[in-house]
């Protein structure tokens, strides 16, 4: 089936820091989307991107759905403590109007921010 | 709060119980999706429900698994004779389908632990 690839695992910065993550993966989606994770709680959708080249930002964050339709990456520019938490990428592939919300995710990036 | 609601919040049973976990949407959501989340990893798709009808289903879902949307509203998801390795968080989202966009609004999820 199809993987996502979520780099890096971690990430232990300090307060101010720009930070970047990015997804790959081993077939083309049609969206991409970036999640937040806190602990115990459901993850929160930040952006979503839906054409090949897209960028996209979301105040601090900016976010691309690479033009191959294989990659995403996310920056978050001047980190700040609440920015701790799992980010998580996912696709979706969209088949003749089904298969909507059927999301791939990654395996998470979490992110440490030191004060 | 008009947010995906989700219960119970934890839940601990032994091997060879059945739990059931319950799903309350966005009023205004016809799409209904649940996902599983294993400790360390990305949530992954279950099934989805468009209205009552439930459209998709995950190799995931075993027999044991069962889910239902019956008045097109909340939804039940019921393990049968529980394994360990059904200990996860199971997320509950929910979307609204003229939107068609993929963009997930998830609930806080129900965290099993099988002893």
């Known amino acids: 089936g199809q993987q996502l690839n979520q780099s890096p695992q971690s990430m232990f910065i300090q307060e101010g820091e720009d930070v970047s993550m990015n997804c790959t993966s081993s077939s083309i989606f049609n969206t991409w989307l970036w999640y937040k994770q806190d602990p115990g709680e459901g993850p929160v959708l930040l952006i979503a991107?839906?054409?090949?080249?897209e960028l996209t930002s979301n105040g601090r964050l900016t976010a691309q759905f690479g033009i191959t339709r294989k990659d995403s990456f996310l920056n978050i520019s001047a980190s700040i403590p609440s920015d701790v938490g799992i980010y998580f990428c996912a696709g979706q592939l969209r088949a003749g109007g089904t298969s909507y919300g059927k999301l791939t995710f990654g395996q998470g990036t979490i992110l440490t921010v030191h004060p | 709060d008009t947010g995906v609601s989700q219960n119970p919040r934890h839940k601990i049973t032994k091997r060879g119980q059945n739990v059931t976990f319950r799903c309350d949407p966005i009023?205004?959501?016809?799409?209904l999706y649940w996902y599983r989340q294993t400790l360390g990893q990305g949530p992954e798709f279950l099934t989805y429900f468009q209205n009552e009808a439930q459209l998709e289903k995950s190799r995931l879902l075993s027999d044991r698994f069962s889910a239902e949307r019956p008045k097109g509203s909340f939804s039940t998801l019921e393990i049968q004779r529980t394994e360990q390795g059904d200990s996860a968080m199971y997320l509950c989202?929910?979307?609204?389908?003229?939107?068609?966009?993929?963009?997930?609004?998830f609930g806080e999820g129900s965290r099993l632990t099988v002893l």
């Open positions: 989202a929910s979307s609204l389908q003229a939107a068609n966009t993929g963009e997930l609004f």
């Open positions: 009023s205004e959501h016809n799409r």
């Open positions: 991107l839906y054409k090949a080249g």
